[in-house]
């Protein structure tokens, strides 16, 4: 087993190498600017649209979801262990720097995400019931031709679906039961699949009715808890915000638990980790976005677009924050553990909140997921496939819980990886259909 994870940890080197690296925020940066900093001049009203206004009013057009859930959706599936457990490993492995690349990976990853969006239900079609159908596969197909490319993706995300939105998720979660109700792991697992499966054998509708209900709860919960312990070491903040952003361009030097990080490991953690917890970039997000009630594509984009906004510089940041001016970042932990020891040792309770935070976290993103899945396995081999799919589906929510966390949390990366690729090269190669919706929506359909 051993010798297994050690390939595995030298195939995960190699895909989320410098190439991916500057790939992934190289088209962030390339979309920002192709679209003016639209995530930037936008974004008040893109949150008015995604929180406040919800849907466009008395003329939702074509979809199965409004807007308002189609955007709990992708956040049930980005808001998940990634803001907890993911930050906490990327600072304790690349040191608080890694905090700052995971910012840029969030601001450009913007731009990323409303691209996406724009693609997924301008290309989208209808099944044979009458679901849409929408994401990468599609607009790489359809908007570029590449059959052959879509299938890779397709394939890459029905089977990246059992890492990073599967058993990465019921591992985190049993792992911080058991640490805190002394609950055996397998008995977590037997609950998540029972729970999982009374959601998800109801479609997208049934997923977008619960997670509009249960994300912004779960938010608001863990940002409160967060924010007393801000609020209580308010005096500690600038010199966080200051460690973050001089160790993200100098070497991190060994400190209590804490081995030491070059620049290298602290854009690559940043950046690795920033992308497993927003997934701009992977391709995933827009399969829920396609399915979103609306007549032009820019309008359920600005949408999405606030969705990585939600997830990295709001959720991500307040974590990040609370493992370093409690200065659990170098206690030596990792993952889900050291981020219940920061709040545990900050405020009674603590570790509480973290718990409960990681179990909702990881019921919204496992149900998210299922989603995410099923779309690609229907895309390759029709309807048929997808109960099949989704029993597989809740059958590995409980081998997840089971499963070594370093196992787990490589094989996700492997193929978030894999499927970032080739919708990153759609994106570049549909920017001029990107730029000429967005002229569209602003010049003939935004109502100031």
Known sequence: MESFIQLLDKIDSIIWGAPLLVLLVGTGLWLTLSLKGIQFTTLLHSLYLALIKRKEEGDA???????????????????GTGNIAGVATAIAIGGPGAMFWMWVTGLVGM????????LAVKYREKDENGNMCGGPMYYITNGLGWKWM?????????VAAFGIGNMVQSNSVADAVHATFNIPVGITGLILMFFVGLVIVGGIKSIGKVTSV????MIVFYILGALIILIMHAGAIPAAMK????????????????????????VRMGVARGVFSNESGLGSAPIAAAAAQTKHPVTQALVSMTQTFID???????????????????????????????????????????????????????????YYGEKSIEYLLGEKAILPYRILFVIFVGVGATLKLNLVW???????????FPNLVALLALTPVIVSETKDYFENHYKK
């Open 111 to 118: 731009a990323t995400k409303y691209a996406e969006a724009v």
């Open 61 to 79: 057009g074509e979809g199965d979801i409004t807007h308002f859930q189609a955007l709990m959706t992708a956040l049930s599936a980005t808001v």
């Open 243 to 266: 460690l973050i952003i001089t160790q993200a361009f100098n070497p991190t030097a060994a400190t209590g638990g804490f081995a030491g990080a070059g620049i290298m490991l602290a």
């Open 312 to 370: 990295t510089l709001v959720v991500c940041s307040m974590t990040g924050l609370v493992l370093i001016i409690t200065g659990a970042w170098t206690s030596g932990k990792n993952g889900a553990e050291l981020t219940t020891f920061a709040f545990q040792s900050a405020i009674p309770g603590g570790a509480l909140i973290v718990t409960i935070g990681l179990i909702l976290f990881a019921y919204s993103t496992i149900l998210g997921w299922c």
């Open 150 to 158: 879509g299938t890779m993706f397709a394939i890459f995300a029905a």
């Open 410 to 420: 490589t094989m996700a990366d492997i193929f978030n990886g894999l499927m970032a």
């Open 214 to 217: 249960l994300v912004p709860i």
